[in-house]
């Protein structure tokens, strides 16, 4: 009789400790995405390197674009100065020609005019040049701004989700350890009270069978 209310006490701290236990092992179990989460990390980092290595490529490639875009400009641009300079100097000194000669050559049908057709064909086609490299001076400075954009954009949400990824892993890291050294401990105490516990069924069933 004397036993009684220490076994039942140590049936309920048993049934306790069990259901601790369970709960624990319960909880550690869903803190088996850590491995996931840092996983996870691991691809942003890789991610965010690898597309940091292909914008300052981008960013080279399209640089040297505009700086050679730039350098011909200037050079077309002289080339037509000095186009210009020619035809005119040509066009004076054809017209001081004609002065001396009122009487245009039997092969022309009307006034030398001097290479105009030709002039306006080869400068036409240079101011056109120019234009191209203008514009593509302008479409790869655009092209960069965008990509850059994106770039910056990308960094900054693999940079937030890093983050959240990585206090999460850390928060559960921190939760798992401490539950599983809780664990450890309700596993030894649940191992001496199911002892003491045993101990008291059998003195029972010792003191039964004396009596």
């Given amino acids: 009789l004397h036993s009684f209310p220490t076994r ?17 092992e319960a909880s550690i179990a869903k803190l088996g995405e850590i491995a996931e989460l840092n996983q996870q990390v691991a691809d942003l980092d890789a991610n965010m390197a690898e597309m940091t290595e292909i914008r300052q490529k981008e960013k080279t490639k399209n640089a040297q674009t505009v700086a050679d875009a730039k350098a011909a400009q200037v050079a077309v641009a002289k080339a037509l100065t000095v186009l210009k300079d020619f035809y005119e100097k040509a066009a004076e000194a054809t017209a001081f020609t004609q002065k ?3 009487e ?4 022309f049908d ?18 056109v040049i120019e234009s191209d490299f203008a514009r593509l001076e302008a479409d790869t400075k655009a092209a960069e ?6 770039y910056d954009e990308f960094m900054t949400d693999s940079a937030t989700d890093k983050s959240k990824k990585t206090t999460d892993s850390e928060h559960k890291t ?13 596993l030894e105490d649940l191992r001496g009270t199911q002892e003491e516990l045993d101990a008291l069924l059998r003195k029972d069933r010792k003191s039964t069978r004396l009596n």
């Fill in 8 to 24: 039942r006490s140590s049936i309920s701290a048993v049934e306790s400790l069990h259901a601790q236990k369970d709960e624990l």
């Fill in 100 to 102: 001396q000669q009122p």
């Fill in 104 to 107: 245009a050559p039997e092969i």
């Fill in 110 to 127: 009307s006034e030398y005019k001097g290479m105009q057709s030709g002039n306006g064909g080869v400068v036409g086609m240079l101011e």
């Fill in 145 to 150: 701004e965008s990509a850059q954009k994106e």
């Fill in 174 to 186: 921190a939760k798992k350890q401490d539950e599983s050294q809780t664990l450890t401990q309700v």
